[in-house]
């Protein structure tokens, strides 16, 4: 297990930290699908307004990799396909059903799932819609299913201001978190990388077999998936390398044992703004109403994200499909006597 410590960098102090308490809420009425949070996809819609879908149908494939799909988070009616400039989809808006049905994709046993072979996970990922957690740097762009990456990074370990606890959010999930990685080290002749944070002290990360683990301290961003790669395992010219967010870990292995896409993602309600501050369990996509309800959100700045690396929303705008945390904080802008000072 190898210890790096990072001290070029900064940890903001803000206020909202999210306490330690998971909140489970009923599905929301909506959900949406952004295209835009999916870098350098070239989207092809495959529904059309006031079609039903299954949790796990197709709602838009790439124009380049056509047989990477993104799907519905849960079974409803598309209410809406909104456009920005230049006709550029922005939102798949479904309304949800409440009674949901799945869309049945092939299931394993654990021990079947021991025997994959690579051309099976690569294809059983591909039909049930997880493909797209997979990334691949460097751009961040969906991983190409025609490449064999030299290695693949779990992130789990976030030091972004107010970001959620991996650890706290694991607990329970510990085999399914490693059904997951044994399904990821199919993917690479490499290694699969689990960084870490070095206080963590969850069984799910420090006690992962089959992986490399490395932990990580010090001030942001020593949680940042591109100080892994430097420092673990850099890229140099022509090599590929994925990387995956903890919690898609966990969706991966419930595909692949229920046979069914897994939307369900805890989501950390932080800032100032937020009455709240909880971790939410819902889907993906979910609106930001559901995430923060009771909070005035008058005069307040509403992000998908952290407020490094997160997007302005509007008040009944959704969560990004990576993003696990919200941020509330006031808007500002508010002008003091001699404030150049």
């Known amino acids: 297990m190898a210890n790096f410590h990072i001290t070029k960098g900064k940890n903001l102090k803000i206020k909202g930290s999210p306490n330690k308490e998971i909140v489970t809420i009923s599905l929301p ?24 879908v299954k949790a796990g149908d197709p709602l838009f494939g790439d124009k380049i990799f056509e047989k990477i799909k993104v799907v519905s988070p849960v079974s409803g009616k598309v209410i809406a396909i909104n456009r920005g400039a230049k ?12 009674q949901q049905s799945f869309t049945d994709f092939k299931k394993y046993s654990s021990s079947e799932i021991v025997g994959l072979s690579k051309e099976a996970v690569v294809n059983d990922l591909l039909e ?46 510990e085999n399914d978190f490693q059904f997951g990685l044994d399904i990821l080290g199919k993917l690479t002749e490499g290694d699969v990388h689990l960084c870490v944070s070095k206080d963590s002290k969850s069984v799910a990360l420090t006690q992962s077999q089959n992986v490399q683990i490395h932990q990580f301290s010090g001030v942001h961003p ?25 919690q898609d870990v966990v969706r991966i292995a419930r595909l692949f044992l229920t046979g069914n896409y897994s939307a369900e993602k805890i989501i950390a309600a932080t800032g100032e703004g937020v009455k709240n501050r909880v971790y939410v369990k819902t889907v993906v996509g979910a609106p930001l109403s559901a995430i923060v309800q009771g909070s005035d959100l008058e005069n307040m700045r509403c992000l998908t994200g952290s407020v490094l690396a997160g997007r302005e929303i509007s008040k009944n705008g959704f969560v990004g499909h990576f993003d696990s945390q919200v941020t509330i904080i006031p808007e500002g802008g508010n002008r003091e006597i001699l404030g150049w000072l």
């Open 222 to 246: 020593s949680g940042n998936v591109s100080t892994h790669i430097h420092r673990v395992d850099p890229i140099n010219k022509g090599d590929v390398v994925w990387y995956v967010e903890a």
């Open 128 to 173: 049930g819609g997880m493909w797209n957690v997979l990334r691949q740097r460097p751009f961040s762009n969906f991983a190409d299913p025609s490449q064999s990456p030299k290695s693949i990074f779990v992130h789990a370990v976030n030091t972004e201001p107010l970001a959620l606890d991996v650890d706290f959010v694991l607990e329970g999930q």
């Open 87 to 98: 006709r550029a989809i922005l939102e798949i808006v479904v309304a949800v059903d409440e």
């Open 29 to 52: 009425k909506q959900v949406a699908v952004q295209p835009s949070d999916f870098r350098g996809v070239k989207p092809r819609l495959l529904v059309k307004v006031e079609d039903s």
